[in-house]
């Protein structure tokens, strides 16, 4: 009996002892992700990891350089005959990484599977305007659009797919700098160097993604050497220790990422644009991003970042001024009460988001010394943004990810773009901005485009509809010997074909 | 004695049934809606009509429901909506991680908590016990989520000699295992304690000292024998909780079993497989609350009479 009891201890131990540990490759670069992808086929992926990974195994026609501006990628060249055709030449000699040459009868596909009738690909809506495509020769496409819709071109960002791809999540083939090797969900993604890749092999022979949902943990695993690189996700908190660790460096760069403060347009309070500008001038959001926020954020004036070609430069600066919001609530009638109670009060709604929450909470505190008294409301996502989506609110705050390209507003401040079909979460009329969002979409040139939309943001300033909080800046902690590495504001892991270590 | 399994088994399809209903409710009762969350704010609404016409779920909520347990019934639980794998398949392929958790984290509860249970007890009210008192009692307030990391830096980072997280060879295991069986080896030491004390006012206890046996043999052959009963209990009810997966545990340690599973699937919005993985926890429990009620018909013939 003794035996046997001492058996069933040691059998289970000896059984682990032989499963050794795999030894980590040979330049091979990892890198520590909170979630693995969730899919790994472009026309599917939405989420942030699923889209980072798809970038690099498959690659799209154009894509954004480090200022958000589109570049050439897949094709040499795109030009424009008319405002509705767009013709892109492919390079030669593209190999996917089965070995087969990657034309234009695999960008047709992508987009035409994309667009079918039993499609669910949630980027089906953005193809919508395609009426016809053609590929005269191998390396042609020509995309006839049904009416001019200027941000066309930045769909073509797109990973392409090889024809007849239908289930890529379980064995994805693409043309990217990375080749997907093995999946092993919940643990790590491997990835090795494609040697066939048309700019070239990678310095690194492989990529691992491994998954450490625990940010605590994931730091000490990169202090360890166990992942040599965190690319965003890491709270303001720990930078400082992060910064006293000596095998570590950090880089870090303004994106796209802008918070704001949502206001619903339908309440009886904030209709009053002079309530909405009070409300933007008695935030100190200078002191929130010092202390709360480490310096990990710059104020933001418009939804489009400074480093975007279509930022307006010369848009009002919301200083913090309380003086001038008890004026502004003054001039709208509410009046500041002799016995310091307050003018009125509203309900601010957020996530379950720690981080959130304590800025809430900030700017609640904020708004009581102007006499605004502020109640927090926190949930769980799906409540919070089913509430914000039928306008269950009176303020809001979220942040709107990777924006690029202008024509957002019209997805967010045109009257016909309420939800479910938009975002004008705020229920947001103003006739003039709905003609200059209209003609926006329908202008190609790029001069008038940036005339159109200078004047969008300089709108939205005066009247306020949000408030502008903050740009994230995209943070990465690395390995020091890690060389090469480049943070881009929409947070692409575009550069890792080129980073190696130094030894 | 056929009987009386039969009557548990009669028991245990009915709790079952009520399992899989409320399951199947919660899903489609809570907030927020998977095809809103899979193809985001910007899909028209006929792209969502579509989507929730190939997943299922425009038909009536009761059409759905009979449909899904008529798929139980066949052994198919659902196919994931992301990596379009059955869900039984992903379940399984993840139960070998949740399993060995399991197994580790009771071996490392049992063998820590017997010896200085009966330590314990034999050194009654004085410096040894209270201390393990303490210590039992710093061991059920810990929380996971604080001990893996303060581990992890102390064997990994302090002294480098376990990995920082992950499932690779044996040394994986040791910090998981730690975390997740702290809380119950306490209560095994508190409990064999006060079991151990309550038998040695018996009667062959005393023979066993009059016999001649030092205190060694008495306390852990006849007083540990017999005190043994309850331990193995709790033990075999916290086995459930085990196997059912250890999310926070799993979690720091990125251990990909059946808690990460269902946390993978929550944040995915993946949710045939958040059915699935409830399921299987239920069902976990269920099954070992049943495994346990059969084992006390055989321990103790009484239970077996109907009453």
New interface residues.
């Given amino acids: 009996m003794k035996q046997k009891i001492f058996a069933l201890?040691i059998l289970?131990?000896f059984i682990?002892?032989c499963?050794?540990?795999?030894p980590l490759p040979e330049n091979v670069l990892v890198i520590g992700t909170e979630?693995?992808p969730?899919?790994l086929d472009p026309r599917f992926a939405?989420?942030a990891i699923s889209s980072t990974v798809c970038g690099l195994i498959y690659p799209g026609l154009l894509r954004r350089d480090k200022k958000l501006n589109l570049e050439p990628y897949l094709a040499k060249s795109v030009d424009q005959p008319d405002d509705r055709t767009y013709v892109i030449h492919l390079r030669e000699g593209i190999k996917f990484h089965s070995g087969k040459e990657l034309t234009s009868a695999d960008v047709r596909f992508t987009f035409e599977s994309i667009l079918a009738?039993?499609?669910?690909s949630?980027k089906?809506?953005?193809f919508?305007k395609i009426e016809s495509i053609d590929t005269p020769d191998e390396h042609i496409v020509i995309i006839k659009l049904s009416e001019v819709f200027a941000p066309f071109l930045g769909n073509l960002t797109i990973g392409i797919v090889p024809e007849g791809a239908d289930?890529l999540?379980?064995e994805p083939v693409g043309a990217g700098p990375f080749a997907f090797s093995n999946y092993?969900?919940?643990?790590?993604l491997a990835l090795k160097g494609f040697d066939g890749f048309i700019f070239g092999k990678p310095k690194l022979s492989g990529v691992i993604f491994?998954?450490?949902?625990?940010e605590?943990?994931r730091m000490?695993?990169l202090?360890?050497g166990?992942i040599h690189l965190i690319s965003n996700g890491v709270t303001p908190a720990v930078l400082p220790w992060l910064e006293e660790q000596k095998n570590l460096k950090i880089a870090m760069e303004t994106g796209t990422n802008v918070s704001y403060l949502g206001f619903n347009m339908e309440d009886e309070i904030l209709k009053n644009s002079n309530v909405r500008k009070a409300i933007g001038q008695a935030i100190d959001r200078d002191s929130i991003i010092k202390y709360l926020l480490k310096n990990t954020a710059v104020e933001a004036e418009s939804i489009i970042a400074e480093s975007n070609e279509f930022f307006n430069p010369n848009l009002r600066r919301t200083a913090h001024d309380p003086k001038l919001a008890k004026k502004l609530l003054d001039d709208a009638g509410f009046i500041e009460k002799p016995d310091g109670s307050p003018r009125f009060s509203l309900t601010y709604k957020t996530s379950k988001n720690p981080t959130r929450k304590k800025i809430a909470e900030i700017i609640g505190e904020q708004l009581r010394q102007v006499g605004i008294a502020i109640e927090i409301k926190s949930f769980?996502?799906?409540?919070f943004?089913?509430d914000i989506?039928s306008g269950n609110f009176q303020i809001y705050s979220l942040t709107w990810v990777g924006v690029a390209d202008p024509d957002i507003y019209y997805?967010i401040f045109h009257s016909e773009s309420l939800?479910?079909?938009?975002?004008n979460r705020g229920r947001y009329f103003n006739t003039e901005l709905d003609s200059l969002l209209t003609i926006g979409r329908k202008t190609v040139s790029l001069e008038r485009r940036k005339e159109i939309y200078s004047k969008v943001q300089e709108m939205i300033s005066n009247d306020t509809p949000y408030v502008h909080l903050w740009f994230g800046k995209n943070i990465a902690v690395m390995d020091r010997r890690v060389q090469g590495f480049e943070i881009y504001p929409d947070e692409s892991l575009d550069s890792l074909a080129g980073v190696y270590f130094k030894e | 004695m056929l009987s009386f399994v039969l009557r548990r088994v009669s028991l245990l399809l009915p709790t079952l049934f009520g399992v899989v209903t409320v399951v199947f409710l919660m899903i489609h009762l809570i907030p927020g809606d998977p095809v809103e969350i899979m193809l985001g704010e910007s899909a028209q609404s006929a792209d969502k009509e579509e989507l929730r016409r190939q997943l299922g779920l425009d038909r009536p909520l009761g059409v759905q429901y009979v449909s899904y347990l008529a798929g139980i019934l066949q052994g198919d639980i659902g196919t994931s909506i992301h990596s379009h794998e059955p869900v039984l398949k992903e379940i399984v392929s993840r139960w070998p991680a949740t399993a060995e958790l399991a197994l580790f984290a009771m071996l490392f509860a049992v063998a820590v908590s017997i010896p200085l249970g009966v330590l314990s007890a034999a050194r009654k009210d004085t410096a040894v016990d209270k201390g393990t008192l303490v210590a039992s009692l710093f061991g059920i307030a810990i929380p996971n989520f604080w001990l893996g990391p303060l581990l992890i830096m102390l064997f990994s980072i302090e002294f480098a000699i376990l990995p920082v997280s992950g499932r690779g060879g044996f040394d994986s295991i040791i910090l998981p295992a730690i975390t997740l069986g702290t809380a119950l080896a306490a209560i095994l030491v508190r409990l064999t304690r006060s079991s151990i004390l309550e038998v040695m006012g018996d009667e062959y206890i005393r023979t066993a000292r009059a016999k001649g046996l030092n205190e060694t043999a008495v306390y852990f052959r006849h007083a540990l024998s017999n005190a043994l009963i309850p331990v193995i209990t709790v033990s075999g009810l916290q086995l459930g909780a085990l196997l059912s997966g250890a999310v926070i545990t799993e979690t720091i340690f990125s251990w990909p079993g059946i808690g990460r599973l269902m946390i993978e699937a929550i944040e995915a919005r993946d949710y045939p497989v958040v059915q699935g993985c409830v399921l299987n926890i239920s069902a976990c429990y269920v099954f070992v609350n049943f495994l346990v009620d059969i084992l006390y018909g055989v321990i103790d013939p009484r239970v077996r009479v109907d009453r």
């Fill in positions: 201890f289970p131990l682990l002892s499963t050794s540990r795999k979630t693995g969730s899919v939405t989420d009738p039993d499609s669910i949630p089906k809506n953005s919508s289930d999540t379980k092993e969900r919940g643990a790590e491994k998954i450490i949902p625990d605590t943990v000490l695993a202090k360890k166990d769980e996502w799906g409540t943004f089913s989506k997805y939800p479910p079909d938009g975002a």
